[in-house]
């Protein structure tokens, strides 16, 4: 028999595993994991805020009713009562309604079935780090769009349009991560008409459309298009929505709303990807759908006291030194600090100082861009431990403004 040797992974890769590098988050996650560290950095949802009694509950109702039919094989589409749900929230019929494991995978789906691999997306500059880790395994090109308050410029948008590559226009309009900026509506209308009059689809991607805690909620881009077209099946946009931000993540059930032709693909990719979304998941979601509200209340209450706490903590350190954000609903904070700073290198000395934050490089196409940015997360703190993070927090930055000598 001949000698098995290892085998040379490296060398096996494909192009797009080897295009894939380890997310900058994930690394500092690793870091801040430390207890004595008070994270801003990670943007994970509260989880003492999750209903585990609910989910309790609700699991032993679920194996006493349906038995092995609870973790069995189920359709691709998603669950029935759940797609139905989720169509009366959006004013479509199930048929334009999948059910994803998460929307991450949804993105995921979303991005292969319309851009193919060389061609480009349009993408808010900055933008979600998870979406360019999507582009980038599937060797689309994200294209960064400029953005002010108030979201994508119209201008700049088109002009990304007129270049023929753009084959779809990423937008987060609520609450965006990593800013925590809102789309206003007459920019949600000017991104419409875009997409309209050069044909291309709009990915809407909302997790956190349902954490406001402050201010009146806009209409989604899907609810802005089937108002001008009344035809769900002339919609241009994929919405994305999910149970991560408002139940729980680790449930991995999330949607994506859109016209039917479109739908139909995405089931037929997701079959390919994972067959369908956890059978016992989703019936667990299902049944804690009588309690969506009032977890969305508790959940956006406990995350506007944060937000608050922070904003009053930021501006007592810094007053108007630093640029900063001022986010109606969500879990994020975006700073600016003038001046050439680089927010990476200062990491290391905050999180010395018991403080953590993701700095805003990752957030970015190109990798040079927004050195001297940086994310809060105000939803995994509680309002003593944010006050407390940035006192810790605002010696580093100022050390960093303020150069000795
Ligand atoms: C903008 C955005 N999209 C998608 C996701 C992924 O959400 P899910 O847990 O539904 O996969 C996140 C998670 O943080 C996010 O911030």
């Known amino acids: 028999m001949p000698e098995l040797g290892p085998i040379d992974w490296e060398r096996r ?118 979406f360019l880790q999507v582009t980038q395994f599937n060797g689309v090109r994200a294209v960064a769009v400029e953005t002010d308050d108030e979201g994508l410029l119209p201008d700049a948008l088109d002009r990304a349009l007129s270049t023929g590559e753009i084959d779809a226009i990423y937008v987060m309009p609520n609450f965006q991560n990593p800013t925590g900026r809102t789309t206003s509506l007459e920019r949600r209308e000017a991104i419409l008409d875009l997409a309209l009059a050069h044909g291309v689809p709009v990915i809407e991607d909302d997790p956190y459309g349902e954490l406001r805690f402050r201010g009146e909620a806009l209409p989604s881009l899907h609810d802005l298009a089937i108002a001008r077209t009344g035809d769900p099946d002339r919609s241009p946009v994929l919405r994305l929505s999910t149970f991560s931000k408002i139940l729980a993540p680790g449930l991995r059930v999330a949607w994506v709303v859109g016209a039917k032709p479109i739908i139909w693909r995405l089931t037929l990719a997701k079959q390919a990807a994972d067959l369908h979304t956890s059978t016992l998941t989703q019936r667990l979601a299902v049944e804690l759908l009588p309690i969506v509200p009032d977890q969305i209340t508790k959940v956006t209450e406990a995350y506007g006291a944060r937000a608050l706490a922070l904003e009053e903590a930021l501006d007592d350190a810094f007053g108007s030194a630093v640029l900063r954000t001022r986010p109606d609903g969500g879990m994020f904070t975006w700073l600016e600090l003038p001046g050439p700073v680089d927010t990476a290198a200062l990491l290391p000395t905050a999180v010395e100082a018991g403080v953590a934050f993701v700095s805003g490089g990752a957030f970015h196409c190109e990798e040079s861009a927004g050195r001297s940015t940086l994310r809060l997360s105000f939803s995994s703190s509680t309002p003593d431990q944010i006050t407390e993070g940035v006192s810790r927090l605002a010696p580093v930055l100022w050390g960093a403004l303020q150069p000795v000598g």
């Open 13 to 130: 890769l494909s192009p797009a595993a080897q295009r894939l590098k380890a997310s900058d988050i994930r690394e500092i996650l690793k870091v801040t994991e430390q207890p004595h560290v008070i994270s801003f950095a990670g943007g994970l949802p509260a989880p003492e805020l999750f209903p585990i009694d609910a989910l309790e509950a609700a699991s032993s109702r679920i194996f006493a009713r349906d038995g092995g039919t609870s973790v069995q094989y189920s359709t691709t589409e998603g669950d029935p009562a759940l797609r139905t749900w989720v169509a009366e929230r959006s004013a479509v019929t199930p048929d334009h309604v999948q059910i994803v494991t998460g929307s991450q995978q949804g993105l995921d789906l979303v991005c292969r079935a319309l851009v193919a691999p060389g061609r480009a997306v349009a993408v808010e500059d900055p933008t979600y780090l998870g």
